[in-house]
């Protein structure tokens, strides 16, 4: 496995970056060596944050951890993606089969416990009526929801509005 390993806000000593080589490094049992980790480092005030993104075929495999100490958000965040994979890996493997996985076979044909399937216990269907981003922010607020769907205004296309960690907003919106 490669490693891209980045820092904001924090130099990425020897101690760390020997540490994410070390932690992350265990998942090398899953992933075939050119596989790539891409490893963010950040601080803000004692927020000690930690984001892994690993890009495979037909997807990626994201985590991120926040501790008051950098190393435990390292060990954190090892054990979260390596979860992650042993959940899914039925779907996974399912994605998988053409040739050029970024899975070694042996995780691939591993045991692990059964997945615990994916279940839909509630549709909801509503009417969507065009309004603009910042409506729709305010929306959601109102219900108390974390994110909300909605036809744009602008541009008719189907939307979703999220709240962020530290209060601020994000947008969804579907590439032209």
Do not use: W
Request: aromatic share 8%; net charge negative.
């Amino acid at each position: 496995m490669k490693f891209i390993i980045t820092g904001r806000n924090i130099d990425v000593t020897p101690g760390l970056d020997e540490a994410i080589r070390d932690k992350i490094g265990r998942l090398d049992k899953y992933f075939t060596e050119d596989t790539t980790a891409n490893v963010t480092l950040s601080v803000d005030k004692d927020r000690h944050k930690i984001e892994v993104t690993i890009p495979v075929k037909n997807g990626i495999i994201r985590a991120e951890q926040v501790s008051s100490d950098m190393y435990v958000s390292i060990d954190l965040v090892e054990e979260v993606i390596e979860r992650q994979l042993k959940k899914y890996k039925n779907r996974l493997q399912d994605k998988q089969q053409a040739e050029g996985s970024s899975f070694k076979r042996e995780f691939l044909e591993a045991d692990y416990a059964e997945d615990e399937d994916i279940k839909i216990v509630r549709r909801k269907q509503f009417d969507m009526k065009p309004m603009y981003p910042e409506d729709a922010c305010v929306q959601m607020e109102l219900l108390g929801h974390s994110f909300y769907v909605f036809r744009n205004a602008e541009d008719e296309q189907i939307c979703v509005v999220y709240k962020r960690k530290g209060g601020t907003y994000g947008m969804i919106e579907p590439e032209d």
